[in-house]
C-alpha cells in the first residue's frame, strides 16, 4: 500500500536559558521568509557571493567538484529499473543527459554490458521545446496494459508538480488527456478512462500541510471541474489518497485519510459503499493477494467474542507484521497471524511479494537479513535467503503476477552496488550489474560501535576509517545524522563521501540515534515529541566516544545533517558546542516556534509537537534552535544550505538563522541554491557544486 507522499549538565542548562522565546512580533527576521521577496532575495545573493567566494576559491574546491560530477555523470552507474508488462523501465541523468531521460529496455537488452535503451522522454528537449524549468518527478503506469502513463514534471525540483497523460506507444502525451496543473497533488489509475485525484480543486480543498484533502473521480473527457466527490478529510489532516492496490489478481480501492503523519485510517470502495477497516490507527495496511497486512507501530490486544472466532485473546507486540484473510476480516473474523515479530535489536525492514512467496527483510543491530515466507498447509514457513555478509541488502519482488524472480541490491560502505537477479525457492541467482569502485578503498575498514546514552541507551554508530587509524585525537572526522521520521540510516555505499572525505583521509560515521527506524517503531518513539531530546543526547553521545577513543577531538571534529537532520545540526550548534569544530546544515528546519506555519510544516506536529500549544512549546523551546543562539556563547563555524524551490522546509528556517548568527558576531556561511526543491539541486552540475561547498568547508576547518 501507497503511503501519502530522511553533554555536561552545566552547559545544557546554559542553552535552555540564554535567550527567551521570540516571537513572531520580535523576530526582526520574517521578511526572510518571502521566500521570492526583492529584499530577501538580494541578501540571499549577497550571501550566495560571499560563500562562494571564500570556498570555491579554495585549490580544493575544483578538485572535489570535478571528482563528483565525473561519479553522477559516470555511464558505469547501475541503472536501477521497475518492470512493467514486458519492458524494464528507467529514469537517468549523467552529462549528455543533464536533465535526463525516461527509458526502457527488455531483460535480454538489460542483461547486456551496454543495453539498447528507448527513449521515451528527453526532459532537456521537453524543457527546451516548451520553455519550462522541467525536472522529472514519478510516473504511474497503467496496470495490466502498461500502454499509458501519468508522467508527474516539476518546475525546479519542487514537490509541486503538473501532471500529464503519456502515450507509451506512440511515445508522446495525449492530446486532450488527462492534464493537471501544478499542485501537491495526489493521483492514481482507476482504470484506463478514470482516476483518483486529489489536487488544488480551489479554496478549501487542501489541508493546512498543503495536501490534498478530497478525493474526486475524474472520467476520461470530463473537466476537472466536474470530478465526482467521493471523499472529505479534515483541514487539519496530513492529507488524504485514493489508488487501486494490484495484487495476485486482486484488486482493491483504497481511500487513505491522514490525520497525522503517523496515523491514517483506511476506507475500501465496493461500488457506492465506503467501508471503513477496523484497525488501530496507527497501523499501515497493505494487500497480499487475498490476504490484508497490518504493521503495527504500537502494541495491538484483540479480545475474543462470540463474533471474531477468536478462541482466546491475541495480544501482537508493536513492529509486528499480521496477515489474515480479508474477507474474512471484513466480516469480523480477527483470526490473524504474525509473520514477523521484533526483538530487542531486530525489526522489520520492509516486504515485497513474488508470485508464490512472500519477502521479508529485516534489520539485526542495522545489518539485513532477507526471509521467504510461504504458506503450506495453514501454516507459514520460513527461510532464509542468502546474502553478503556485513551488508546492506534489499529485495522485492520483479512481477508477482508472473513469477518467482527478484531483484537483490546489495553494499556496504566499502562495496559499490550489486544488482542480482535470483528466483525465490531456489539457489538461482544472476549477478547483472555492478557499481565500480568510485574511490580507493583499498586502505579502508568498516566497524561498529557502541555509545551510551545520557539514559544508559546503547547507541550504535558506524566507522568508515583507515585501517592504520592512529587514536591520537587528530583525525579530521566527520559524524553525520538523521534521527527522526523511523528513517533508519544504513551502512550503503556512498561514492560522493567516499571519494571526498575517507580517500582522503577522513573518518566517516554514520550515527543510528533515536529517532530513527533502526531498531523499529519503539527506537522512533523513544525521541518523539517530548521525548525529542533523546535524539540529540545520543548524538552528542557518540560525539564524546570518539573524543574518549581518540579518534579525534573536537577541533577535528565536524558533524553534518540534512532536512530533519538539518534541525539536529542546529540543536548541536547552540547546546553542544564545546563538541565540534564545524557544522554543515543543509535543507533545516531551525524555527520550531513557526514551522508548522511555514509549507508543509503542519504535517510534522506528530512528530515534534504542536508549538502553539503552551505544553509542548514548553519543551520545543528548550531546543529550537533559531530561539536559542546566543551571543556569549562560542559557536563552531557553520554552513548553512538551502534551495529557494524548497517547497518542502521553507528556506526561511536557514535564512533567518543565518542572518540571527551573523546579528550576534558568530562564523557562518550560508548558500540557497535557486533550484532543486528539498535536495537543493537538480541536476548533477548543481549536486556536485552543492556537495564541493560543504566538504571544501569541512576540511578547511577541521585538518
Known amino acids: 500500500m501507497r503511503r501519502i507522499f530522511q553533554a555536561s549538565i552545566a552547559s545544557v542548562a546554559l542553552a535552555l536559558v540564554v535567550l527567551p522565546a521570540r516571537t513572531e512580533s520580535s523576530d526582526p527576521y520574517l521578511w526572510l521568509e518571502e521566500v521570492s521577496g526583492r529584499r530577501a532575495l538580494a541578501w540571499v545573493q549577497k550571501e550566495n557571493s560571499i560563500t562562494k567566494a571564500k570556498l570555491a576559491s579554495q585549490p580544493i574546491f575544483s578538485s572535489i567538484d570535478k571528482r563528483i560530477l565525473k561519479i553522477l555523470d559516470s555511464k558505469d552507474k547501475v541503472p536501477y529499473v521497475s518492470k512493467h508488462g514486458r519492458f524494464y523501465y528507467n529514469y537517468w541523468r549523467d552529462d549528455k543527459n543533464v536533465r535526463g531521460v525516461w527509458r526502457r529496455t527488455t531483460l535480454e537488452e538489460y542483461k547486456k554490458v551496454s543495453p539498447d535503451w528507448e527513449v521515451l522522454i528527453d526532459l532537456d528537449k521537453l524543457a527546451a521545446a516548451e520553455k519550462e524549468n522541467w525536472n522529472w518527478s514519478s510516473v504511474d503506469i497503467l496496470y495490466h496494459d502498461y500502454d499509458l502513463a501519468l508522467v508527474s514534471l516539476s518546475r525546479g ?10 502515450d507509451l506507444h506512440k511515445k508522446q502525451f495525449v492530446k486532450d488527456g488527462f492534464n493537471l496543473p501544478e499542485a501537491k497533488s495526489s493521483v492514481a489509475w ?12 480551489g479554496p478549501g480543498s487542501m489541508t493546512t500541510s498543503g495536501y490534498p484533502r478530497l478525493v474526486k473521480e475524474w472520467k476520461r473527457g470530463q473537466p476537472l471541474k466536474d470530478a465526482r466527490q467521493l471523499f472529505e478529510g479534515q483541514t487539519g489532516d496530513v492529507g488524504v489518497d485514493a489508488f487501486v492496490d494490484h495484487d495476485h489478481g486482486y484488486a482493491y480501492d483504497l481511500i487513505e485519510r491522514k490525520p497525522t503523519f503517523f496515523s491514517n485510517q483506511v476506507y475500501l470502495r465496493r461500488g457506492t459503499d465506503l467501508i471503513k477497516i477496523d484497525k488501530p490507527d496507527d497501523a499501515m495496511l497493505s494487500c497480499y493477494g487475498a490476504n490484508v497486512l497490518f504493521t503495527l507501530r504500537k502494541e495491538w490486544k484483540i479480545a475474543k467474542s462470540e463474533t471474531n472466532g477468536l478462541k482466546s485473546d491475541q495480544t501482537f507486540k508493536g513492529g509486528s507484521l499480521l496477515i489474515g484473510n480479508f474477507e474474512d476480516y471484513l466480516k469480523g473474523r480477527r483470526d490473524l497471524t504474525a509473520i514477523f515479530e521484533p526483538s530487542a ?9 513474488t508470485k508464490n512467496f512472500y519477502i521479508i527483510n529485516e534489520l539485526d543491530n542495522v545489518v539485513t537479513h532477507s526471509y521467504l515466507l510461504q504458506s503450506k498447509n495453514g501454516a507459514w514457513q520460513k527461510s532464509e535467503i542468502e546474502t553478503p555478509p556485513f551488508s546492506s541488502t534489499h529485495l522485492s519482488g520483479v512481477d508477482a503476477d508472473l513469477s518467482d524472480d527478484y531483484w537483490m541490491t546489495s553494499s556496504n560502505l566499502l562495496t559499490p552496488g550489486s544488482l542480482y537477479i535470483g528466483e525465490a525457492g531456489t539457489n538461482a541467482r544472476t549477478l547483472l550489474k555492478r557499481q565500480p569502485s568510485f574511490f580507493n578503498s583499498d586502505n579502508l575498514d568498516i566497524k561498529q560501535f557502541e555509545a551510551h546514552s545520557d539514559d544508559g541507551t546503547i547507541v550504535p554508530y558506524f566507522q568508515l576509517s583507515r585501517k592504520d ?15 527522526g521520521f523511523e528513517i533508519s540510516l544504513l551502512p550503503k555505499y556512498d561514492a560522493i563521501n567516499g571519494a571526498s572525505w575517507a580517500e582522503r583521509g577522513g573518518v566517516y560515521i554514520l550515527a543510528n540515534i533515536r529517532g530513527g527506524g533502526e531498531f523499529g517503531p519503539a527506537w522512533h518513539e523513544a525521541a518523539r515529541k517530548n521525548n525529542r531530546q533523546r535524539a540529540y543526547e545520543d548524538f552528542s553521545a557518540i560525539a564524546r566516544d570518539l573524543i574518549a577513543r581518540k579518534v579525534t577531538s573536537p577541533k577535528h571534529l565536524g558533524i553534518d545533517g540534512r532536512s530533519n537532520g538539518g534541525l539536529l545540526m542546529g540543536v548541536m550548534l547552540t547546546r553542544y558546542p564545546e563538541l565540534f569544530g564545524a557544522v554543515h546544515c543543509g535543507s533545516p528546519l531551525l524555527d520550531m516556534k513557526r514551522f508548522n506555519h511555514l509549507l508543509a510544516g503542519a504535517s510534522w506536529m506528530d512528530e515534534y509537537g504542536d508549538p502553539d500549544k503552551e505544553s509542548d512549546w514548553s519543551y520545543i523551546s528548550k531546543y529550537s534552535p533559531y530561539q536559542n543562539v546566543s551571543r556569549e556563547k562560542k559557536y563552531p563555524p557553520i554552513l548553512i544550505t538551502t534551495a529557494t524551490s524548497d517547497d518542502r522546509v521553507h528556506p526561511g528556517h536557514a535564512r533567518k538563522m543565518a542572518a540571527r548568527l551573523q546579528e550576534l558576531g558568530h562564523e557562518v556561511l550560508f548558500y540557497e541554491n535557486t533550484e532543486g526543491g528539498h535536495g537543493a539541486a537538480s541536476n548533477n552540475k548543481q549536486t556536485a557544486f552543492m556537495n564541493a561547498l560543504a566538504y571544501t568547508f569541512l576540511w578547511d576547518k577541521l585538518r
Open 469 to 483: 587509524l592512529k587514536l591520537n585525537g587528530t583525525n579530521p572526522t566527520l559524524l553525520y545524522g538523521y534521527g
Open 157 to 166: 525540483g519542487g514537490d509541486a508538480t503538473v501532471v500529464r497523460e503519456f
Open 345 to 353: 535489536k531486530k525489526c522489520l525492514e520492509g516486504g515485497s511479494s
Open 190 to 201: 482507476r482504470d484506463r478512462n478514470s482516476l483518483y485525484v486529489g489536487t488544488d480543486f
